[in-house]
């Protein structure tokens, strides 16, 4: 081994022990019957990603899943793309509405949870409980399983929508201003300087904010948990609230293991399509 | 002669290394970790408001016993997991765990993660608890298979909490049977939209999705069938199952029970409570905006102790909870208990700790702090602090209750939490109408055979 080489190995322990022993781990339990409450800890092949698969629990979280990750990722990507145009012109206060606008992203998802949760509140909550019922609308937004999803993921939009202005406003800023001029002079009109400057150019960091907000959105936990618990009923459960029940509620840890990676490999794929398609 | 100096010093030298890694061995006390929730609510008295101080008692028990208690707080799920993750990895780092009724003890119990008590009682007897005292049903909650694997700590039966002014504006009082309990539901309703509010609500209950709205909801199918009505035959245990062949009858006498429970949290409940636990229906009823809570009436005594509204603090009353149709009382049972972990090295020590926390001086501290009759001990149920509050007669109440509930209305069996949680869900769904009553009690029929077919219970 060249000796420059032997200054990884610190490096290399320290992801081994945290990064990879725990992902070997994590397949060996998925294969394993690992439940609490029974002895012993049986090789049972694939028989977890058969049950979990085939479950209907599984069908519901991929709906659930689904709609949320693919309407928060879309969503706040059209707001914060939006925001970022605007707020990349020269206007005043710009500063100002920025600094507004990346608020909600040092707020902690727990904390944004529970805060929509006692706004969006029907008995006591300030939307819930007094401006909805003002204009007739008496349903209860969270305990309604047509309407507490889309509860969920406008919290989550307010939640997230300053990481994709942030991202996108970072790409924008990197585009030579006399790029623009040039266009101009040219007679070229705001659509087209939009559709053959603005977006060719900011195209990596537009695949950077997808990827990172379409895993951040599919690995949601905090913000459904404190808001609905999942519910009504599984309403709004996806597989983050899928996984951690079958882990710590049933204790089945088996299970929970091949979820996980179930959930792992959709990740990747995603990305790699993501990645593919947008390059 | 000087290398007879050398030698001499050298081996004094070893002589005081070996000393000093001894001494402070043989003094130092022995550390016993506690893991569990209700930071700066449970053990004020030792841990301080904030959960992390050293109160002089505490201190004055660490130095009689020669033990350093160290306490680790989190939030109610965290905890929970953390339980089941150090269990499962069998460090033995948490010496006494949170375990609650509900699922806790049954499961870690059966699984062999926590000490069996029994024999403590008589080989290591302990000043600070006697079992004698506290109520039969808050101990038998906590055994599996007749094995007691915690103790507890604040617990509760079930009751009604409700509003005397309005019960009394409308010529009410408390129901005894769950006929009665429809007509004043009833009467509530139609009082109140009489009168156009339209923000106060009959009833609060909880039916968020998961274990919560279960604890109350098979307290309803016990007391419409008679008898805790999951398997054939009322079996409750492995044993009896597996005996029996005991199939699951959520389609049959479980559904009554679980029908009624629906339909009152529909008809008369807040529109939110599809997904109210039990915080918020204890906020509901604090705000007023509820005339009864049920059945587990701790909520309700949570409720009185934070509400600002007046007429709550001054006209809420404690009554017994009905009689259903199968001629048993509504269940709501739960007791925030300790285990010992099976893989601790000081079981002796731990036992100590944990007869200190559950004993009749943390149980007398926690009746004069929170003024809540849920409290395990006889003796702390008549102390003078309580009588004061609610009177000799609501006193007497409370403690009937206790005695007639059974802590066994649901079966002891180790997928009990996972039931709960299904079952818990299944209501919410039901209550907020994704899925009718039937299609939800199909569904956890079909999936209860699945379960009991792979654990191997029809074999």
Redesign the interface.
Known sequence: MRWQYKFLIPSLVILLSIVAFPTFFLFYISLHQWVLFKRGMPFTGIENFYLILTSSDFLQSLKVSLIYTLSSTVLTFVLGLGLALILNEELKGRNVIRTIIALPLVIPPVVAGFAWKFVLNREVGIIGAYLLPKIGFMKSLLADPSLALGSVIVADIWSKTSLMFLILLAGLQAVSPDLYEAARIDGASSPQIFSYITLPLIKPAIIIALIIRFIDAFNVFDTIFVMTSGGPGTATQTFPLLGWKIGFLYFNLGQAAALAIVMLFMTIGVSILLIRRIM | MRKKYVRVGVILLGLLFLVSLMVPGALAKTKIRVLCFAQGFAWPELFGTSGVEETERLKQFEEKEGIDVQIEWGDE?AV??KV?AD??AGTGRYDLVLVGSDGGV???G????LEPLDDYFKRYPSEYFDPEDVYPQFLDANRVEGVLYALPYYSFGAGIIYRKDIFDKYGLTPPRTTDELYQVLEALKSGLEGEGIT?VYPLTMR?????EPSLDLTGFVYAWAGYPAWFEGGAITPKEIKEKKAMPIFTGDFAPGFQAFVEMCQKFG??????H?WV?MM??YA?G?AVILMPSAINGYAALGITENENVKKYTRFAKIPTGPGGKQIQSFWTFSLGINKDSRYKKEAWKVLTFLMGKESMQAFAERTQWPNVTMKSVLYSDVLIKKYGIEEIKLNEESILEADPFYFPYI??L??YM?RIG??A????????TIKDVLS?LQTWAMETMLRGGYYK
């Open positions: 799920t929970r997991q089941a269990l499962a049954q499961t870690y059966y699984g062999g993660f923000d039916g968020a999705p998961g274990e807040p529109p939110g409570i599809s997904t636990t918020d906020n509901i705000m905006k180790p997928e939490n996972e949680d869900t299944a919410s769904e039901a209550i907020a109408k994704t899925k569904g």
